[in-house]
């Protein structure tokens, strides 16, 4: 049976899925930030969030991961049974408006069959709209083959979404609003998502756009406030920009953050944003080539109980073992991410181990 037909069989019950699983404890409000009560209230009986940021191996980006030639539900399940041994309990994935705006019935089939394999995998989903990372010249993002990896170089072909073009328009941001509430519309009740985040890394390389960006961001906060989900809403840290901080900070109902930095670099970031008196969740971390390492951090996050959700599962084509900086074809150092080879067997027995211990998986 082919990924198409997998998910229409899906979408007749789809849209009575998110009311079904609706949180009555934590009532949707018709607009404005969360209260930090409200926020804190999210939180009580929820679990310590220990999870990962998910690239499935054969996508080089957020295109492949949903365009309908490389969407890959059975691919998607067998790394979430390697997620789910590991004890993680959720999973941030990207999405991408170019696979929207190609054909919004597909890519929404594709997201809720997504969620159903995450549920089925007892993960909880926290989806990414807008996103301008991007590590090649190429700066807005094409449907069709996708750039192939370039040797030595991590990260080579991903994409924004929905690219600089349309950043930078804002003749064309009320087909981004269309997207933003037609997705979050049909899951605002939905438990099976734990929380949105709206933007990640707003204003990467794109510095003199950078006041776009944050316009970007001001309007995905309200466009989603206007349809009110019982989730909440963030949007991350991540460069130390202090207009972007005081914008998401003022915005977002739980505090997220990027932190790609040693032990100390943690607990600092920790530290500053857990005085903001809110649930906060690191969103990426992991880079053993700067000592962010599992060894290190990852007991840090437990016993702070602040959520952590670290950079890569299994490594593909997103070449997340080496560098993003420049071609390096002659890295000797330790993988920067990624927990599994393409084989599934682990890069470290011991990281195997410790994630174990901390999810409270090991014997």
């Given amino acids: 049976m082919t990924a198409r037909m997998l998910i229409a069989t899906s979408l007749v019950l789809a849209a009575a899925i998110p009311a079904a699983m609706g949180d009555s404890a934590v009532p949707a409000e018709s607009s404005g930030r969360w209260t930090a009560e409200r926020a804190k ?35 998607i399940r067998s790394e979430f049974k390697l997620a789910t041994d590991l004890g993680f309990n959720c999973v941030r994935i990207f999405l991408q408006y170019k696979v929207y705006e190609d054909d919004p019935g597909w890519f929404l089939c594709a997201f809720e069959k997504y969620l159903e394999l995450a549920h089925e995998a007892k993960l909880e989903v926290m989806p990414v709209f ?59 009740d939905d438990r099976r998502i734990f929380a949105w985040d709206l933007y990640n890394e707003p204003t990467f390389k794109i510095e003199e756009y950078a006041d776009y960006s944050l316009e970007l961001v001001r309007k995905s906060f309200r466009w ?8 909440p809403l ?33 607990r600092r970031k920790i530290a500053a944003d857990s005085r903001m008196g809110r649930p906060v969740i690191c969103t990426e971390w992991m880079m053993r080539n700067t000592g962010c390492t599992i060894q290190d951090v990852l007991g840090i996050y437990k016993e702070t109980g602040v959520g952590c959700m670290l950079w890569g599962l299994v490594n593909g084509r997103t070449q997340t073992h080496v560098p993003n900086a420049k071609v390096n074809l002659d890295y000797k150092g330790p993988w920067v991410t990624d927990i599994f080879r393409p084989d599934h067997t682990p890069y470290d027995a011991r990281e195997i181990e410790l994630i174990k211990k901390a999810t409270g998986r090991a014997p």
């Fill in 224 to 231: 989603a406030r206007e349809v009110a989900p019982s989730q």
């Fill in 234 to 266: 963030t949007v991350g840290t991540w460069n130390g920009n202090k207009k972007l901080e005081d914008l998401v900070h003022a915005e977002s109902d739980i505090i997220t953050f990027h932190c790609y930095g040693p032990a100390a670099a943690t």
């Fill in 130 to 188: 807008f996103d301008d990372c991007t590590f090649s010249p190429r700066r807005d993002p094409h449907l069709g083959r996708q750039d192939d990896p370039m040797p030595g170089w991590g990260m080579w072909g991903w994409v924004p979404s929905p690219g600089y073009t349309m950043v930078v328009d804002s003749r064309t941001h009320w087909k981004l609003e269309r997207y933003v509430k037609d997705v979050i519309s049909r899951h605002k």
């Fill in 41 to 75: 209230a999210w939180a009580q009986g929820r679990p310590w969030y220990c999870g990962f940021n998910h690239v499935p191996a054969n996508a080089a980006n957020d295109v492949e991961i949903w365009m309908k030639d490389t969407f890959s539900p059975e691919l």
